[in-house]
């Protein structure tokens, strides 16, 4: 509307100007109209009559009033949009983005931990928690708000999505956190058959159940928790490697990679013996290419199929010829 006004004082300032103003024509006075509303004043053209004097000053006195208006309707526009989203209020049309479910102490260090994997350090993501605003200052982190539901799901966009990474509910007993992230689970997988959802449970007994609700890949963290510490009673500050190894921020890291075409159909001691001596890359394991057998330290005359993948330890993702 106050564009409509303005638009309206520029044609009706410059036909009275013309009208008044016998030396000015109509092409000249939609510029001064124009420079006269929004109180620039060359000064190239200047009314001479008492008339066209008037109009400039109705011009100008309205001219602050309506594109004060309008400066301020446009910035109402942005701050409003900013409060929606830290709200969580307002949905993504994000394509090929992560999707963590959920909120809880954990939340923030699984965000820094993806965010320094060059792979992950520009993909979008979509935070889903019931929580009043959004926990990070994150401007590639997008915050719905609501429990895994339809609705919710719908505004972040999980038909596109890729990885839904689903976390326990710190708020409730052990049990029913757990059934919670069952549920979330088999929301999403009804949702999108084909995204890859990483479910954290806190009783190992749910575990089947959580299979069952098509989870694809299932962290249990009271039992890794429980064998770690066993770990590290056996062999002393073997656990401070396994840290290392799992962490992004710092020392060398764990990858899944493809096989290079120039060693496929070798053996895995000729595979870790080149890998090692040519890209210092250590070889531990080998998985088949749908992700439902994996091979830990296979013997050296193994080898691995084609399309297979290679479990590595190394400083950086590697980046390898395997067509």
Known sequence: KVIIILVFMVIAGSLAIVHYEENIKL????????????TVGY???????????????????????????????????????????NKGMKGTRMKNH??????????????????????????PMVLTADIPEKPLDDPLVHFVRGEVNQETMKKANIEFAQVAVILSDDRLDAYSRD??????????????????????LMDPKNVEHCHMARADEIIVSGELSTNLLVQAA??????????????????????????????????????????????????VGVEDKAG???????????IPAAEDLLIVIAEERPKLAVS
Not at 64 to 85: C, Y
Not at 179 to 200: D, H
Request: net charge positive; aromatic share 8%.
């Open 27 to 38: 092409k000249d006075a939609l510029w001064w109209s124009v420079v006269t509303l929004t």
């Open 234 to 283: 056996l062999d002393h500050g073997i656990t401070r490697m396994v840290s290392e190894l799992v962490s992004k921020r710092y020392g060398k890291d764990l990858y899944k990679i493809r096989i290079p075409r120039e060693l496929k159909n070798k053996d895995f001691y000729t595979i870790m013996s080149e890998m090692k001596r040519l890209r210092n890359i250590l070889c």
């Open 292 to 302: 439902n057998n994996f091979v830990a330290n296979p013997a050296n005359d193994y």
């Open 179 to 200: 059934a919670k992230t069952i549920l979330s689970t088999l929301t999403i997988k009804n949702m999108n058959s084909e995204i890859y959802t990483c479910v954290e």
């Open 43 to 85: 000064g190239d053209i200047s009314p001479a009559t008492i008339e066209g004097r008037i109009v400039g000053v109705i011009i100008m006195i309205s001219g602050i009033g309506f594109l004060g208006m309008l400066t301020a309707s446009i910035a109402s526009l942005f701050v409003e949009n900013r409060i929606l989203e």
């Open 98 to 123: 992560f999707i963590i479910c959920g909120w809880n102490f954990r939340g923030h260090d699984i965000i820094e931990e993806l965010r320094s994997d060059p792979k992950c350090s520009s993909i």
